[in-house]
């Protein structure tokens, strides 16, 4: 082989070799870790039906990615110096303007990631505040003002579930809200307070008067209290005078007892008879006596007494 044909073939397999880099080079396209993305044919100007995730990925030549973003994004309506979008001003459902702030997390759903592009290009986040926008709207119109305050919480519950709804039809799915702010006009504001002081005038008369009651019971209570105090003390007098009562009767009893046991012995002892027994009696009670005098041999004696 020549040296001219050596050189020919080198140069063709330099050649070959430098196509076939290049082809895979071209062939070979990248999503960021949290991006997911389907091809594009920049020839005959159409999708895939695959979507992909973070990382390379072999696609062929003439083909290249259309990213989204695949994790959770943020839209917030509010006044903040990072938010996008202006609060919402919204009707209640007694009539009053309330001016809202607000902001929720979706997520796009992979599976219609295609359907997503072919419906709404790469626009889809305009489309998506247009809509959450319109669903807030129709929800807060289905709530007085005064639940903005009440029940907020039910609210943000409901304002999530028609946001997910909604979204859904969009190929989204909503996976958090946040209630930030409840704005109200100057006006609705003096009425809120001025029935706030009626509540509060009211709920003061209602204290004053179970207070009023409170007093009265204690009263009640503090009567019946002394009555039975004075009705217990009554009692508990009449019953000691009874218990002494009887504790003296029961002791003079128990004299007589014994003086009637010690006269039956005494006439035992002595052998005295009834009359001998009364005489010696008579005679003792005269001796008990401090300026008692006996005089004794004379019978039927006449006792002078000088006054």
């Known amino acids: 082989m020549s040296e001219g ?9 330099v050649a070959v070799v430098v196509c076939v880099g290049a082809y895979i080079y071209g062939s070979y ?9 389907i091809v594009y044919n920049s020839i005959d100007k159409t999708v895939g039906n695959t979507t992909y995730t973070g990382g390379a990925h072999f696609v062929g030549l003439f083909y ?10 943020t839209v917030e309506f509010s006044s903040a ?3 996008k979008n202006d609060p919402i001003t919204v009707r209640t459902s007694d009539g009053n303007s309330i001016e809202i702030s607000v902001s929720f997390q979706y997520t796009i759903i992979r599976e219609e990631l295609s359907y997503l592009y072919s419906k709404f290009n790469k626009n889809y986040l305009s489309v998506f505040v247009d809509m959450a926008r319109d669903s807030l709207l129709k929800t807060a119109a289905m709530y007085s003002a005064n639940e903005f305050w009440g029940i907020r919480n039910d609210i943000s519950i409901e304002m999530l579930k028609n946001l997910n709804s909604s979204l859904n039809e969009a190929s989204a799915n909503v996976v958090n809200f946040q209630f930030l702010k409840v704005d109200i006009s100057s006006d609705y504001e003096s009425k809120i ?12 008369e209602v204290y004053k008067n179970e207070a009023a009651l ?9 009567s019946e209290s002394n009555q039975n105090i004075t009705s217990i003390n009554a009692e508990a007098e009449a019953e000691s005078y009874y218990i002494v009562q009887v504790a003296e009767g029961a002791a003079k009893k128990r004299m007589i007892d014994v003086e009637a046991e010690i006269y039956q012995l005494t006439i035992k002892e002595l052998g005295f008879n ?24 004379m019978t039927d004696a006449v006792i002078q007494i000088k006054t």
Not at 64 to 73: D, K, R, T
Not at 214 to 222: A, G
């Open 64 to 73: 290249s990615f259309i990213n989204f973003p695949g994790g959770y994004e």
């Open 5 to 13: 044909q050596v050189k020919c073939i080198g140069t063709v397999v």
């Open 81 to 83: 110096a990072n938010a």
């Open 214 to 222: 409170i007093r009265q019971s204690i009263e009640i209570l503090s």
């Open 29 to 37: 396209a990248s999503l960021e870790p949290r991006e997911i993305g």
């Open 274 to 297: 009834t009359t001998e027994m009364n005489e010696y009696i008579f005679l003792r009670s005269i001796e008990d006596q401090p300026n008692a005098t006996f005089i004794v041999g």
């Open 193 to 204: 307070v001025e029935t706030q002081v009626e509540k509060q005038l009211s709920n003061t």
